[in-house]
């Protein structure tokens, strides 16, 4: 059997799946501030309008435009491979593919969104596009993308991670992207977290807010903001990867897998490889489809599921989904990508639902598995991947005492080659284990108290 399964260019998926046409309960609206529904227009000075209808949009299948194929055949579709050598070390009869996503040229599975999100803005008209990161791979991701179209790129990225990763912010800057550390004092709210709290190590949240800032405040009206997750039109965009696994797998002759597993920070990752796989399992099939987040920052097995604001500052609308709250500083985890305190919308309602089951997982479990898929498969994965590995080792040992043959699918999001200093702090025992505590939970989740409720709404299938 081979170990790389690869699609022709030809082959590629010309149209992308969106989950939205298929759950059995509808999404719940975003909220404005006064409590209401938003209307698309409200979100005109953030989004561009096309990729407004995208984010509304509840068409099952969605075509790519060419321009945006172009670009992507540059490194798509992107091999399946398997894991023979890690199936071999485990002596499983599970037999474990990965979708393979550290082949993109920012190494990471990000500017499949990217690309889309910069060509749907040039279209529109938009100069420059402002965002954040955590890790740095979204602001390398975009730089990227708006490299490739002539786009004026600003990044806001998380101030611990622009202490912790300088070759992220050399990646962008390569790009042409103009890379700053938030809390900055470029925004009023920047400088207001400052003043505050000068030596915060910054979150995701923060960097929203600065970004949103950002765009909305230049009179052109020629800058827009690009969120790398958590939204519609984001999770849209990345269901290219697991329509290009369901062809691979099916070139192998496995109709379905068993287990579909994927790391979930914002959750377009995981939601890119099991959103086809869960329109499958909505239709019948028995797939097990399992998102794994950090036990530091448990949004998805321990947050509320509740309507929350996706920034610190309250700025974005009120989405309902998973989250720890607004404000949640997360412990300083390697898994830069992974510290998010909500999660997207279109996979919490999955979890609502049971269609997905969450799990966590502690950092050192997650690097010991990283260092024996190095050491077996040869590749250095993204700490954010090796959620998804030790989680795949798991169930691969579960398959042997169980004497089972599972398919397992995992998404390979990243390569690790630009986050060695995590590897160096677990390789000299610098690193702990963090759970965060209830009494801070509680805390976290206190601003939930006056925000609006959404319904639970399942049926009671899975
Ligand atoms: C950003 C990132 C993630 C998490 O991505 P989401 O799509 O927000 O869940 C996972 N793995 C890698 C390598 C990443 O860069």
């Not at 172009?70 to 490194?75: A, C, G, K, P």
């Not at 984001?234 to 597993?261: C, N, R, S, W």
Request: glycine share 8%; charged share 25%.
């Amino acid at each position: 059997m081979d170990v790389k399964i690869q699609l022709k260019e030809a082959d590629i998926p010309k149209q992308w799946y969106n989950l939205a046409a298929d759950l059995p309960n509808p999404l719940q609206p975003p909220l404005g501030p006064d409590g209401k529904p938003i209307t698309p227009e409200m979100l005109a000075p953030v989004f561009p309008m096309n990729i407004i209808e995208q984010e509304v949009s509840t068409q099952r299948w969605i075509d790519i435009p060419e321009e945006i194929l172009d670009i992507l055949y540059q490194w798509r579709p992107a091999p399946l491979r398997r894991a023979m050598r890690l199936e071999k070390y485990l002596k499983t009869p599970a037999k474990i593919f990965y979708k393979d996503e550290s082949v993109s040229p920012p190494g990471s599975h990000k500017p499949n969104t990217a690309v889309a999100q910069v060509y749907y803005n040039k279209v529109f008209g938009i100069e420059k596009i402002t965002t954040e990161t955590g890790a740095g791979q979204w602001g390398s991701a975009l730089a990227y993308a708006c490299s490739q179209f002539g786009i004026e790129c600003k990044v806001y990225m998380v101030r611990i991670s622009f202490d912790q990763k300088p070759f992220r912010k050399l990646m962008m800057q390569v790009w042409d992207a103009k890379c700053v550390a938030s809390p900055s004092e470029d925004t009023e709210f920047g400088r207001k977290i400052l003043k505050e709290m000068p030596d915060t190590p910054g979150s995701l949240g923060i960097a929203i807010s600065e970004a949103v800032e950002d765009a909305v405040k230049d009179e052109t009206g020629k800058t827009r903001y690009s969120l790398g997750s958590v939204l519609n039109h984001v999770m849209l965009h990345q269901t290219i990867m697991g329509l290009e696994a369901k062809k691979q797998l099916k070139m192998v002759g496995i109709d379905k897998p068993d287990i579909v597993i994927g790391c979930a920070g914002g959750g377009s990752n995981f939601a890119g490889l099991a959103f086809p796989f869960a329109a499958d399992k909505i239709n019948g099939a028995d797939i097990e489809i399992i998102p794994v987040e950090p036990t530091a920052c448990p949004t998805m097995t321990r947050g509320e599921f509740a309507y929350d604001y996706g920034d610190t500052a309250c700025m974005t609308p009120l989405m309902a989904m998973h989250t720890l709250g607004h404000a949640f500083v997360p412990a300083p985890i390697h898994a830069g990508g992974l510290r998010y305190h909500g999660m997207a919308p279109l996979v919490c309602q999955g979890i609502v639902e049971g269609l997905f089951k969450p799990r966590s997982l502690h950092q050192l479990k997650c690097y010991e598995a990283a260092i024996l898929w190095a050491k077996t498969e040869g590749f250095i994965c993204a700490p954010e991947t090796s959620h998804a590995i030790a989680t795949v080792i798991d169930e691969a040992v579960k398959a042997k005492e169980e004497g089972k043959e599972k398919v397992i699918i995992f998404s390979y999001s990243g390569h690790g080659l630009m986050d060695l200093t995590g590897y160096d702090a677990y390789l000299s025992g610098k690193l702990t284990d963090y759970e965060l505590p209830e009494e801070d939970l509680n805390k976290s989740t206190s601003v939930l108290k006056d925000l609006p409720k959404p319904q639970i709404k399942k049926t009671g299938k899975w």
